[in-house]
């Protein structure tokens, strides 16, 4: 075998194997989000209290944009491209995604772009700030002219700006490799309507993400160039307008919402069917409403912007397409529904996250078709009404599906069942301690208080309502800090997995866990959609044989992809620190990288 | 007179409960503006509440009465059902019509215009204060906006620097102040009161600190008002305090930024010609008297952040201060 078989330090550097890579994702993804928690958690304790104190204007500022920025692009993303990774070769019956040297790089470009966004909070002093934290401060949305040199001199939003452009070439890199992984390396007999429901909403979401993430890369280069050349892309007093950037910014961003969604639905497509031991329902209809909601996600960035002036005929029209959204996102709730119904439910983990999802996700839906009405949106854009909907959608949602996500493939991964029990108290804790934190959000912004304040006068009465929301926060971090417990306590004592704990009917289930690095040592032949299950019309499928006929090749692991991804933080560099040598270093690195990887003999 | 809906109870109910009186609440509407969004919000969220209860239920009926037990046979494995797909996809479509259509009627109920004869405000954003003019009145001031009850306001709404929104709840729904483009909203306050809003679009350091109140007057008291604001700014008194205060004023840099009428002409800050007939200070932060007043002069990036309002070099004296204070409180 190859490097990629031994557990050295090397191996993991270079690997090209896609489950090692999910694995790094998800480490990797999972400390950024308990930074993000973190920041989050600072956020709440400022706001237990009216005219708090305990960080200042500035800082308050910077946190509440890392903490989008942060569980947006490096929490939240990577946490679903940990299971695109590790998980979708597996279901379609693959050896490695298709450019497994790609993947790498990706994997290495999130990575540095994590760490320089994040660099941000201890450098102030290299820029003579008087402060140590730099961080970007104009939130995760950016509006433009706040975000020009002349209203925001320091390099806080140079970071946000240029870690956002390096972050986006990691997407897009992983979004190619995706479609063309599910498109061509299906195994023998997959057709497209067998892909399991969580692979498809996978090729929908890198659909999305290859589509829109130009959309904000140019958004952000009319940025960058109007903060470092002095262009005027986003300047009212040169003829432009600031709103310019609002509908770039929306355009990538309603689409991105449904990334972040997207992922998830498909994983809770798959848990429900394998622990209420029935087949999706309406399996056609789910699909074809989750490919609907990636093209309709399109039609609808201006709901966004109904405080903006668009005029009536505007804000009607983006009114009804985002109503119309409802439709389909109704539809796969209604199957999800009829999926548990009739069937044999067994309440794993596994299975309270997923129907945690749909529970929490309906909430979030429903506050989302109040702000569909502009006129009503008037009232509750930019306040807590907003931020309780938000959260609603990406923790009652995304979260939920990713944690019914960890606590399904967990075992897979690793070989090893996490704690139920301790699970349990993980999904329950979460459970309250999400509606503590965020149900009284709504009030509050109902009661008229906007979201992006560091402090709020105790008049508006709403005091009380946001010292519930800190406790809630501080409970969700309980449940987080139980889940950490559970998953360091599996790594000696959890119960051997085995092929396939939960009798799932895909073929991920089919091979050892965690799998050889061949994955399967007979590519299968798939001939139904359920291929591991008994159903009137079919008899299980044999799983591959425990050691392969002949020998599988691996390719070997590869240096370049992770030197390439070098060249761009230090191409960023130079225009942070204005210093044009940097922008030769980084581009020879970047070049270097791609040249070597280019000439790399395939076999090692 | 507000018409009084019986579903607004139960939320009236539980937020007494909570305390109040909740000044800045959009749940208790004082416009024709401000209702009709908020009637169309109840309505939406009582189709909301049911397909709530709805939906939940289903869920936890599904839950408890197949959840796992021994002896069960293997579930029937069920695909789909076609006339279902159909129906759950019909049944929130018409929903969302009823929701729709008084959507739509609403946004054009309020798309911003008022009959010709209304009054009209110039609102525009600041970092961190807000500028209203009233040009067919020649009135120019900052934070507090007075309007007349069962008047029509005609509000035109821009920004001098970044992107703010203009919101006062309890009159309206919010609206963007944009560098470079004119928004406007209009409304009718049907009660006498004294209301409060902030700046609802991150705008910088202190987006928290730009409140404004929105004081809806009776006839006589708006008349009044508007008669005060017109006349030309007090006088000091020979050899006063206040007049010391004047002359410290005249010669520091608060000329630069501010103006009073027929003393500097500053438009960088706010308009201070009757700062003394406004209740707050520092873009609705600060109570207006002597010890806020003290305290903002001397230091105001201490109490705001990112104020551009910067100390004084070199720092004026505590008698300069209270000699400035006398002066502006005489500007009633």
């Keep these: 075998m190859t490097a990629a078989t031994n557990g050295g330090l090397t191996s993991w550097l270079t690997t090209t194997d896609h489950k090692r890579i999910g694995l790094l994702y998800f480490f990797t993804a999972f400390t950024f989000f308990l930074i993000g928690g973190i920041e989050a958690l600072v956020i709440r304790a400022q706001l237990a209290q009216p005219d708090g104190h305990l960080v200042t204007a500035e800082t308050y500022n910077q946190l509440f944009t890392m903490h989008g920025t942060t569980m947006v692009f490096l929490a939240l993303m990577p946490l679903s491209a940990s299971f695109f990774n590790y998980i979708v070769p597996l279901q379609i019956g693959a050896r490695d995604v298709a450019f497994p040297r790609l993947n790498a790089f990706s994997y290495w470009v999130f990575l540095l772009g994590g760490l320089f966004l994040n660099a941000s909070w201890f450098v102030g002093p290299l820029f003579h700030a008087g402060v140590l934290n730099v961080a970007p401060d104009g939130g995760w949305f950016g509006y433009a002219n706040l975000t020009e040199r002349q209203f925001s001199p320091g390099p806080n939003i140079d970071f946000w700006l240029l870690g956002l452009q390096i972050l986006g070439i990691s997407s897009l890199a992983a979004g190619f490799n995706f479609i063309v992984t599910i498109l061509n390396l299906r195994a023998p007999g997959m057709k497209m309507m067998r892909v399991p429901a969580f692979t498809w909403m996978t090729l929908v979401t890198q659909f999305l993400v290859i589509t829109a993430f130009p959309v904000i890369t140019v958004g952000l280069a009319f940025l960058m160039f109007d903060r470092f050349f002095g262009t005027h892309f986003y300047v009212h007093e040169a003829g432009a307008t600031p709103v310019l950037w609002q509908h770039l910014f929306w355009l990538f961003g309603h689409p991105e919402v449904y990334i972040l969604i997207l992922p998830a639905m498909g994983i809770v497509s798959d848990v429900l069917p394998t622990f209420a031991r029935k087949p999706l329902f309406g399996y056609t209809v789910v699909v074809y409403s989750g490919v609907l909601i990636g093209f309709m996600g399109w039609g609808v960035w201006s709901h966004h912007m109904f405080s903006v002036g668009l005029g009536p005929i505007a804000d009607s029209v983006f009114s009804a397409t985002t109503m119309l959204i409802a439709v389909p996102t109704g539809v796969k709730i209604f199957n999800w529904i009829a999926t548990l119904w009739g069937g044999d439910i067994r309440g794993t983990t596994a299975l309270h996250f997923a129907v945690g999802f749909i529970a929490m996700f309906i909430i979030g839906g429903l506050s989302g078709v109040t702000h569909a009405s502009p006129p009503a949106d008037l009232q509750q854009t930019d306040t807590y009404y907003v931020v309780a909907h938000i959260h609603y959608v990406l923790f009652g949602g995304t979260i939920m599906g990713l944690f019914a996500g960890i606590y399904y493939w967990w075992p897979k991964m690793t070989g090893r069942l996490l704690s139920e029990t301790l699970g349990k108290w993980h999904f329950w804790l979460q459970f309250v301690g999400m509606n503590l934190a965020f149900f009284p959000m709504h009030l509050i912004g109902l009661l008229g208080m906007p979201r992006r304040v560091y402090t709020y006068s105790p008049e508006l009465g709403v005091s009380d309502l946001n010292r519930v929301s800190t406790v809630g926060a501080f409970l969700i971090a309980l449940s987080i800090l139980l889940f950490l417990v559970n998953l360091l306590r599996t790594r000696t004592r959890g119960r051997p997995a085995g092929n396939d704990p939960w009798g799932g009917a895909t073929l991920e289930w089919s091979i050892p866990s965690p799998p050889p690095v061949y994955n399967f040592s007979v590519i299968p032949t798939v001939a139904n959609r359920l291929p591991r299950w008994k159903t009137e019309h079919h008899e299980p499928m044999r799983d591959p044989p425990a050691t392969p006929p002949a020998a599988v090749h691996v390719p070997g692991g590869s240096w370049w992809p992770m030197l390439a991804a070098l060249g761009l933080p230090i191409l960023a560099l130079a225009p942070l620190t204005h210093t044009l040598w940097l922008a030769f270093v980084g581009a020879a690195v970047l070049l270097a990288g791609i040249y070597l990887w280019a000439f790399e003999p395939f076999e090692v | ?332």
């Design chain 2, 1 to 332: 007179m507000p018409r009084y809906r019986w579903w607004s109870t139960p939320a009236a109910l539980f937020l007494l409960g909570c305390g109040g009186p909740f000044p800045q609440s959009t749940l208790h509407p004082h416009s024709d503006f401000a209702r009709a969004t908020d009637v169309l919000f109840t309505d939406i969220f009582w189709w909301a509440a049911a397909v709530f209860v709805v939906v939940e239920a289903l869920l936890l009926v599904a839950l408890v009465r197949f959840r796992h037990r021994e002896g069960r046979p293997a579930p029937k494995p069920t695909h789909g059902h076609t006339l279902m797909e159909i129906a759950w996809t019909l049944a929130p479509a018409v929903i969302l019509v009823f929701v729709a259509v008084p959507t739509v009627r609403t946004i054009f109920a309020t798309a911003g215009d008022a009959p010709p004869d209304a009054l009209k405000v110039e609102v525009i954003g600041h970092q961190w204060w807000w500028e209203f003019k009233y040009p067919e009145l020649g009135i120019t001031t900052a934070n507090e906006l007075h309007v007349p009850v069962a008047k029509a306001v005609q509000v035109a709404i821009t920004s001098a620097d970044v992107i703010h929104s203009f919101w006062a709840p309890p009159l309206g729904g919010k609206r963007d102040a944009i560098p470079g483009q004119v928004n406007r909203i209009a409304f009718r306050a049907d009660s006498v009161g004294d209301y409060s809003g902030q700046c609802a679009e991150f705008c910088g350091a202190s987006h928290a600190n730009m409140r404004l109140r929105v004081l809806v007057d009776s006839d006589a008291g708006f008349t009044a008002w508007v008669r005060d604001q017109q006349s030309p700014p007090a006088t000091p008194a020979k050899a006063s305090l206040a007049e010391q205060g004047k002359a410290i004023y005249a010669r520091a840099a608060c000329i630069g930024c501010h103006a009073i009428q027929g003393v500097s002409p500053g438009t960088i800050g706010p308009n201070l010609t009757h700062v003394a007939s406004r209740t707050t200070i520092a873009g609705g932060l600060f109570p207006d008297d002597s010890a806020h007043l003290a305290g903002w002069i001397a230091d105001a990036p201490a109490l705001k952040p990112g104020s551009i309002m910067t100390r004084m070099k070199p720092p004026l004296t505590d008698a300069d201060i209270a000699a400035i204070i006398a002066y502006l409180q005489s500007l009633k």
